[in-house]
């Protein structure tokens, strides 16, 4: 028996409903490879707000920190977006736990899935055997960059974008590192022809690429590369990025492949390493049984993949997904026209049930 701690945090809107899901395939993957698995679940974002006044509570941090693994489902509230001048926000919960588990690298791979390319806005025949995997920065750039705020007057708003040669190579180093795992192709998308920071981004992906001969850079601004992965997804391998063009560029890509509600992440850096879907809380869906768990199961396959280095239990979790979609056993925003959709809760059973 393998003993892993996993922090549970499931957070807000439809996070509870889908981490569940995910918690049915991490206990069917546990008894089939034996796993003796210990949850720990945790507050974090509006749940955490309203509870305790903090959306990334030292009392959570610290699950986290003694846990071999995060699972996190969604942060965010409709109740904050309309009031700009809230004190505190969920987001910031979860850039506060970012920042402090070290989480720098946030992996978001696009992969499509053939019994779904109908789904697609686009032809299917451009997004066919699209994959690639988008290496974001996560805890830099605009996001945490100071100052940020309002003038005296309230009539001026700013941010700064700060990155050091430091961030930049640790990042660009991962971007390389997964290309050489992958088809040797490396996209290093900015904005080199504006920013300060892009420059030194591009600078810095410039000296490594000689340690990387095997891998074939490119760079590639990133108006350009919104353009070009709606056009020709095939084109890229492993993109590497700052934080906020990683954050636009991800949700651009995923409607690639049908739904937001299939997309997993990592984030992984100095401490406990994070799994979670890149969608958002989904607030008007919560609590209605119908949200996709897909993108929260993958997101458990990534957790063993990552956090255990067991490829056999991810791939597991990942066959039965497959299984899942073959069998139409989906929730309504990814069912064929004419199939009956399955619940939130259905297709997490057909899935978990799969894997055993
Ligand atoms: C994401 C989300 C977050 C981000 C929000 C909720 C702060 O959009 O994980 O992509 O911008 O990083
Ligand atoms: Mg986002």
Known sequence: MKKINIA?????????????????????????????????????????IDAVGDPYPQAT?????????????????????????AKVRPEQGLLAMRK???????????????????????????????????????????????PQGRSEDGCTAYDTC??????????????????????????????????ATSRLWRET?????????DVEVEYMFVDNAAMKIIQQPRHFDVIVTENMFGDILTDEASVITGSLGLLPSASIGTHTSLFEP????????????????????????????????DMEAGAAIRRAVDLAIERDIVTEDIAPAGVKASSTTEAGDFIAANIA
């Open 278 to 309: 890149i969608h958002g809380s989904y607030p008007q869906a919560a609590g209605k049984n119908i949200a996709n768990p897909i993108a929260t199961v993958l997101s458990a396959a990534m957790m063993f993949e990552y956090a255990f280095a």
């Open 205 to 213: 992906a410039q000296a490594l690429a000689t340690e990387y001969p």
């Open 61 to 85: 941090h610290e699950v986290c920190m003694a846990s071999d693994a995060v699972l996190f489902g969604a942060i965010g509230d409709p109740r904050f977006d309309n009031m700009p001048n």
């Open 100 to 146: 402090k588990l070290g989480l720098y690298a946030n992996l978001r791979p696009v992969e499509t899935f053939a019994s779904l390319l109908h789904r697609s806005p686009l032809r299917a025949d451009l997004v066919e055997g699209a994959d690639f995997l988008c290496v974001r920065e996560l805890t830099g750039g605009l996001y945490f960059g100071r």
């Open 8 to 48: 549970l945090l499931a957070g807000d809107g439809i996070g509870p409903e889908i981490v569940a899901q995910a918690v049915k395939a991490v206990d069917a993957v546990a008894a089939k490879y034996g796993y003796d698995v210990n949850y720990t679940p945790a507050l974090v974002g509006a749940a955490a």
């Open 162 to 195: 700060v990155y050091t040669r430091e961030e930049i190579e640790r990042i660009c180093r991962l971007g390389f590192e997964y290309a050489l795992k992958r088809r040797r192709k490396l996209t290093v998308v900015d904005k080199a022809n504006v920013l």
